[in-house]
């Protein structure tokens, strides 16, 4: 939480508009209050508290079954919580039931009314709030517009292609103007490439219509793209809640860190400490770890020292210091991807390290071959350190 | 070895088809024999129909039966969609398990314990409370609308399992209630099935000799009652004709329902190849 | 949206969804509960009654109604069952009738099923409805072509004496053979549907990765796809087996005066007897011997609705 904190510290109002989380006057937009919702003996969703704040992108980030659909359906009024309060712009949402809810869904299926129209889709949701018709055929056209499928009005949904039905059913979900936009797994149903490409289409019109949108995904690369925060959540809980920078410098544990791209995490007993380093000794590493801030924690106490394999330096001569953070082992396996190399660096203890590293220059020969002994390293500011 | 294999599967796929259709074929043949007995062919001749269709009786019970079956299939419908519904949408709530086993048991329960446990049924109500007043079309209506319902639930509730249930939430998202949920988008999804479900019903209905038997009164034969009663006695070269008749309906109708099904299933696999593209 | 008190409207919008929830659940409840569940009962009450063999059974009927409270229960009418060798030899013979027959049909259902799943495209439709059709033509009529072939001057021994393979015509209807012709030819379909809908939805990859490692074809068929088919083939032999112990019609039109089936006694002891009781309690004795399969035949609908979904 260092850079935050600094952040805080130059507090100005451009922050607290753009990073309303930082603000400690700002009034969040949604309200998870203590919500637990239970199916027979199971507990869905723990416990859990969050806030949301105005024009968010806000990911709900976690493998199959960590709640976080439980959470978004809760949300929209498929269920109701066990217990605690959900709040929307200040009005607890308690037996509201989803058609009377300021909130609209993309589904993951998209579930598009297979006998109706596009025009006919997107038009549903005014339709059954009454609305003139030449009030729905101009918001309509409008939609469709944004969406570019004014070409399309006309066909049904068996006739489009995964894309166009994934831009139909966005097209449907905003054109009631909802307070949130709630996305299942948006882009789920998309092949690699049309997936990138529309993460940036899907914030572009967030950002043209500034609705608030609640998103739930199990794609990392998905939430660090397009979200302005994310919460990552596992077995009914959240584990952490920041922006996609902090999650990825600052995890506060083990899932985290593993959750949001490649880790090593090397486990060791905190040994000194003080109020600028720490120093940790770790059997696995077979080498003491030398941290640049101070930890938490009180000396014998077991930690674990997340690094990122990018941040490793990996090199054939023995490194000129090499008291701290200096780790000495056998190349296992090499992928060559091309634009980078990964290597597996097996150490004494067993213990496998990943390191990548860039090709920056064109090789004769790859740099490292099987079984070569190699020395890992890096900065001391490049680990962070764990305690769960 | 894979040849081999194809080979007894032809051949079973072949003599199992000869099975079901050689009997069905020679009563079709035999309906334009000029003769009486089966197994001489004495020329062809149309005799039967006229004479089928001068049996003021097999007219009459045919009518009673066409009467019933549109009347109890329309009922089963409007019975077994809710029952369908209930049983895929509805969750858990008390007394599920008793629905759905009255839902599943008219499916296999031997007719004549329906038919007689109808019976006793509609006979202590009149002892009781003065209705049914005798016996007749009415009851034999309700006996089939009660196995009919069941049919035409388990066929709702099947396409309904098989449907996405989140295509109905995006129209209770969008602000639609439950009853104009089901109106505008479930029904219209669920059509096919519902047809499907009338047609059976009526089959039913019209195809049904034991539980009629039992709750028919005087005066409201039906036309499997009737062929039964003359069938009995042997074979009849008028219900020959009848038999022929029947089928042919029939062939029609499937006919005409399998082209609809095989134009709907060719337009989804259109539409996921272009959901590939 | 306020959080003021829901509008008039509101409120009774939300009372139609509460009831309207009940209101669909409890009409088809209600018919189901009068018009199958309640017949049961009462059938289970006059198997325990006195029949009055003189009377019409109306009027022994509603003796009874009158003395029902005071009545104690009458078991006379299963001791009945009991003593009389005919209702066991009835139940036996049904039950034996109907698991051999079920048995045949699936021996020639299954290969069909198989072929039929393993069709190309547009052939399989084409089966599939050839299988459905004859389920939609009458079933009385089914049954009835099947005189006109096995008959004593029908058209299978007409054929052998034609031939000179016979001398003398077999006799063929009015045997058991002819039952479980009609029963194995009638219920046919009730057998491939369900049979078919498990084995199409088999992924056929299982059957090839089974070869891959090393099966050879029948133990592929033994280790995979048989396991794999088994709630289409139990209920496929279910709902040939249940409806075929009751079986009236093929018995009474194929079957000879001595092929005696709990079905035909039931209509007799009802029909020709008028012996209402006694006819109640073949009707009790009966559902009590099927409730197992019955109740089993549920549980595979269930699963396979959960399945789906």
């Known amino acids: 939480m260092l850079v935050s904190e600094a952040a805080l510290e130059d507090v100005h109002e451009d922050v607290h508009k753009t990073q309303p989380w930082n603000n400690p006057d700002a009034v969040p937009y949604i309200r998870f209050e203590n919500v637990t919702k239970k199916f027979g003996d199971f507990y869905a969703v723990d416990d859990v508290s969050l806030d949301v ?64 129209s596009v025009e006919q889709n997107v038009a549903f949701g005014l339709v059954q709030d009454g609305v003139s018709r030449s009030e729905i055929k101009q918001q309509v056209a409008e939609m469709l517009g944004l969406v570019q499928m004014t070409k399309f009005a006309k066909r049904k949904p068996h006739q489009l292609s995964g894309g166009q039905r994934q831009r139909v059913a966005l097209a449907r979900s905003l054109i009631k103007r909802p307070k949130v936009l709630l996305l299942d797994e948006p882009l789920g149903a998309l092949d690699k490439k049309l997936r990138e490409q529309t993460q940036f289409e899907l914030v572009n019109i967030q950002e043209k219509v500034g609705t608030t949108f609640v998103m739930v995904t199990h794609d990392q690369e998905e939430a660090m793209t397009m979200a302005s925060r994310i919460a990552v959540m596992n077995e009914g809980v959240i584990n952490q809640t920041g922006t996609p920078f902090e999650l990825y410098e600052y995890p506060n544990s083990r899932y985290t860190a593993n959750f949001l791209g490649q880790v090593n995490l090397i486990e060791g007993v905190l040994v000194d400490d003080d109020e600028k380093y720490a120093v940790i000794k770790s059997d696995e590493a077979g080498c003491d770890i030398y941290i640049d801030h101070a930890v938490q924690g009180h000396q014998g106490m077991t930690f674990w020292v997340a690094l990122r394999p990018e941040r490793l330096r990996i090199t054939k001569e023995e490194p000129k210091e090499t008291k701290y953070n200096c780790l000495s082992g056998k190349v296992e396996e090499i992928g060559y991807l091309g634009g980078i190399s990964t290597y597996h660096v097996r150490l004494a203890s067993g213990k496998r390290i990943k390191v990548t590293e860039p090709n920056s220059t064109r090789q004769i020969e790859p740099r490292y071959t099987w079984e070569d002994t190699v020395w890992v390293s890096w900065e001391a500011g490049a680990a962070s350190v764990l305690s769960k | 070895m894979s040849n081999k294999r194809s080979t007894f599967l032809l051949s079973a796929l072949v003599f199992g088809f000869a099975f079901l259709y050689v009997p069905i074929l020679l009563v079709i043949i035999y309906s334009f024999n000029e003769g009486k007995l089966v197994t001489v062919w004495a020329g062809f001749s149309t005799k039967w129909y006229v004479s089928l269709f001068s049996n003021d009786g097999m007219i009459d019970a045919a009518w009673n039966s066409l009467r019933i079956g549109v009347m109890s299939a329309t009922l089963a419908l409007a019975l077994g969609t809710p029952a369908g519904l209930v049983m895929s949408r509805f969750g858990r709530f008390k007394g599920r398990t008793l629905f759905s086993g009255m839902i599943a048991a008219p499916l296999v329960m031997p007719e004549v314990i329906t038919g007689l446990s109808l019976l006793l049924l509609f006979v202590t109500l009149e002892q009781m409370i003065g209705w049914p007043a005798g016996r007749g079309l009415s009851t034999i209506t309700i006996a089939h609308t009660t196995f009919c319902a069941a049919y035409v639930a388990v066929v709702v509730q099947s396409r309904l399992s098989g449907m996405d249930i989140s295509v109905e939430e995006a129209a209770m998202d969008l602000g639609a209630k439950p009853a104009k949920i089901f109106f505008v988008i479930t029904l219209p999804m669920i059509l096919p099935a519902l047809v499907a479900g009338w047609l059976l019903s009526f089959t039913l209905s019209l195809d049904d000799l034991v539980i009629a038997s039992f709750v028919a009164g005087p005066g409201s034969t039906t036309l499997p009652m009737k062929v039964f009663s003359s069938v009995r006695l042997g074979v009849s070269p008028e219900i020959n004709a009848l038999a022929t008749l029947i089928i042919l309906a029939v062939s029609v109708m499937i006919v005409i329902a399998s082209a609809m099904i095989l134009r709907s299933e060719r337009m989804r696999s259109r539409a996921s190849a272009g959901a590939d593209a | 949206m306020s959080s003021e008190k ?103 259902g299954y290969p069909m099923a198989y072929g039929i799943a393993r069709a190309q495209g547009s052939m399989r439709s084409v089966l599939l409805m050839l299988v459905i059709l004859p389920f939609w033509t009458s079933f009385l009529i089914r049954v009835y072509a099947w005189i006109g072939i096995l008959d004593r001057e029908g058209l299978i021994n007409a054929f052998l004496l034609w031939t000179g393979i016979i001398s003398e015509p077999l006799i063929m209807r009015q045997t058991e053979f002819a039952v479980y012709v009609g029963i194995v030819y009638t219920y046919l379909p ?55 112990v009751g079986e009236f019609v093929i018995p009474e039109l194929l079957g000879g005066p001595n092929t005696l089936m709990i079905g035909r006694t039931l209509w007799n002891e009802f029909f020709a007897n008028r012996d209402w009781p006694i006819a109640s309690a073949v009707a009790i004795a009966m559902l009590i011997f099927l409730v197992v399969p019955i109740m089993w035949f549920q549980h595979i609908q269930t699963k396979q609705e959960e399945g789906q979904q």
């Open chain 3, 190 to 244: 009730f057998m491939i549907l369900p049979l078919y809908s498990t084995l199409e939805k088999m992924d056929i990859s299982l059957v090839e990765a089974a070869l891959d490692l090393g099966c050879k074809p029948w133990q592929a068929f033994a280790k995979v796809t048989l396991p794999l088919s088994m709630p289409g083939i139990l209920a496929g032999s279910l709902l040939v087996f249940i409806p075929a």
């Open chain 3, 6 to 108: 829901p509008t008039l409207k509101q409120r009774f919008d939300r009372w139609m969804i509460k009831h309207g929830r009940v209101l669909v659940i409890g009409i088809p409840y209600l018919w189901l509960f009068l018009f199958f569940l309640v017949p049961f009962l009462i059938v289970l009450k006059i198997s325990f009654s006195m029949a009055e063999y003189a009377q019409p059974p109306y009027t022994s009927l509603f003796s009874w109604i009158e003395e029902g409270v005071t009545i104690t229960l009458n078991f006379g009418n299963y001791l009945f069952l009991l003593s009389d060798s005919l209702y066991a030899t009835a139940y036996l013979n049904s039950i034996r009738i109907a698991a051999i027959s079920t048995v045949i049909t699936l021996l020639i």
């Open chain 1, 53 to 116: 704040y105005r024009h968010e992108l806000f990911a709900l980030l976690g493998g199959s079954g960590c709640g976080k659909t439980t959470l978004l359906r809760m949300l929209a009024g498929f269920e109701e919580p066990t217990s605690g309060k959900i709040y929307i712009d200040g009005v607890d949402m308690a037996g509201v039931p989803a058609y009377e809810r300021p909130t609209n869904m993309m589904f993951q299926s998209y579930a598009l009314f297979p006998h109706m």
